[in-house]
């Protein structure tokens, strides 16, 4: 769906004219209109001033976003927005399917002008303008845990933060080995063209995954604008199956220490692969390297299969956190959109502090696993707010555990297990990258 021609939320645009802002879309594809844009996100990033060639660049490839910003007339410096957004409409994978998922980034308010309610603006806007879209969900990663609850985001994946001590670590012997294709190096631009197809492959079968657009896949594999000259360090890999087909890229960079040349640290920028064989094969080309102590990943699932890869699991060091927020807009569809681990039926009062999602809604899952959701006026059986139910959605965590912090409310004995076995998912699910 093309978002960009939409109009902008009156009732953001109301309050943040009575502040003395001016509320706005602009042209992506106008790198003249795009610059101050940037200048200004970047900025809300602590990053460096973007040069002109970064921001053609990027107008090439975020055409298709809808980019929003907000201009203050009084600053010695007017055309540069005080804040900025981008969003746009892609398909998020959930247990058994996929469904739109209306993707926010670039969220940045300016300092001189944070804490008055901006981002709130910005925020509420694109939730209610991508409801009135029919769009059933919105989602984001963030910088900060604290931001987006309150708008009835929940964070619905986690990531692992993943260093492996690659000499200590070893390969185990039950672990796959010989596999049956190869591993060859790839260019950036052959890994571009080459490797996309299994990228999406990959993203469709983990729930939580959000379709790679591409913007955020050029940078992976290095093709795009190279003002750090980020692109003549990288190393890619891609693992080719027996008949040829690309299964499996990883991109990386050593880095090396000061004092040992024998202790590069691999840093996994990107790793996806389609198949269980090329995981692996993946994963012991970079625990076996030459001259190298660790191997360095952040964004891994927090399932990974290589910590049951290794000889001594306790040479890796694995830290957990929230990852992909998710903010259901529209219950039934969201609910209808995935399938569940279990056939019964539970009454789900959900509280919507936006007045988005709100209402008791009837959820019956059938025998094949998938479910009819309508709203009801019987009482609900558990009772959570949006922001519960979003964090919840994609099976990563226990209903359980969320009544036991507080934020579930039983009204019919057993309900919480009945809902941990509903929702219950056969796969972790993870986001392989942040947008
Ligand atoms: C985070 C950011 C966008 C907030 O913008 P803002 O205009 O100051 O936010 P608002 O004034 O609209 O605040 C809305 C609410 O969020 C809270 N809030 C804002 N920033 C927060 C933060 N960093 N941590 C916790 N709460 C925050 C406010 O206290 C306010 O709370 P309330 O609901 O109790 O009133 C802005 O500080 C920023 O640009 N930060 C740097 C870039 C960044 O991290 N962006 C987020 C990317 S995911």
């Known amino acids: 769906?093309?978002?960009r021609p939409l109009p902008l939320d009156s009732t953001s645009l109301d309050a943040l004219a009575a502040d003395g802002l001016r509320y706005a879309l602009v042209d992506g594809a106008d790198p003249q209109a795009l610059a101050p844009w940037d200048t200004a996100s970047a900025r809300g990033f602590h990053d460096r001033?973007?040069?002109?060639?970064?921001?053609?660049?990027h107008a090439r490839h975020v055409a298709h976003r809808r980019i929003t910003g907000v201009w203050d007339a009084s600053i010695p410096s007017p055309e540069v927005p005080v804040a900025t957004v981008a969003?746009?409409?892609g398909e998020l994978s959930v247990p058994g399917g996929t469904l739109d998922s209306w993707a926010i980034s670039n969220v940045t308010?300016?300092?001189?002008?944070?804490?008055?309610?901006?981002?709130?603006?910005?925020?509420?806007?694109?939730?209610?303008?991508?409801?009135?879209?029919?769009i059933p969900m919105a989602s984001l990663t963030v910088s900060e845990a604290t931001i987006y609850g309150r708008f009835g985001f929940g964070a619905a994946t986690r990531i692992a933060d993943l260093t492996i001590e690659a000499k200590r670590a070893g390969w185990s012997p039950t672990a796959p080995a010989d596999p049956a294709g190869r591993l060859v190096f790839v260019s950036s631009q052959q890994a571009y063209e080459s490797c996309r197809?299994?990228?999406?492959?990959?993203?469709?079968?983990?729930p939580g995954d959000f379709a790679i657009d591409d913007y955020h896949w050029g940078r992976h594999v290095g093709v795009f604008a190279d003002r750090d000259k980020r692109s003549a360090t990288l190393r890619i890999v891609r693992y080719d199956d027996a008949a040829g087909v690309p299964q499996g890229v990883v991109v990386y960079r050593l880095v090396s220490d000061a004092t040992d040349f024998t202790k590069h640290t691999v840093e996994v920028d990107y790793l996806r692969s389609a198949t269980d064989e090329a995981h692996a094969a993946l994963w012991r080309y970079l625990l076996e390297l030459d001259l190298v102590a660790a191997v360095h990943y952040e964004v891994a699932s927090?399932?990974?299969?290589?910590?049951?890869?290794?000889?001594?699991?306790?040479?890796?060091?694995?830290?957990?956190?929230?990852?992909?927020?998710?903010?259901?807009?529209?219950?039934?569809?969201?609910?209808?959109?995935?399938?569940?681990?279990a056939s019964d039926a539970l009454n789900l009062g959900i509280d919507d502090a936006l007045g988005i999602a709100g209402g008791t809604y009837r959820l019956e899952a059938g025998a094949d696993g998938r479910a009819e959701v309508r709203a009801t006026d019987a009482a609900p059986d558990l009772v959570m707010n949006v922001a519960t139910l979003s964090a919840l959605y994609l099976g990563s965590h226990r209903a359980a555990t969320f009544a036991s912090a507080g934020h579930i409310t039983a009204a019919t004995p057993g309900a919480i297990t009945r809902l941990d076995a509903l929702l219950r998912s056969t796969q972790t699910p993870f986001l392989s990258y942040w947008y």
């Open 1 to 3: 769906m093309d978002t």
């Open 49 to 57: 001033r973007p040069d002109p060639e970064s921001v053609d660049e």
């Open 87 to 89: 969003s746009w409409v």
């Open 109 to 134: 308010v300016a300092s001189t002008h944070h804490r008055r309610g901006i981002a709130r603006a910005l925020l509420q806007g694109e939730l209610r303008t991508a409801s009135a879209a029919d």
């Open 197 to 206: 197809d299994l990228v999406d492959r990959a993203g469709r079968a983990t």
């Open 302 to 341: 927090p399932d990974e299969p290589v910590l049951w890869m290794l000889r001594d699991q306790r040479a890796a060091r694995v830290v957990t956190f929230d990852h992909h927020w998710l903010r259901i807009l529209d219950v039934k569809a969201a609910l209808e959109a995935r399938s569940y681990g």
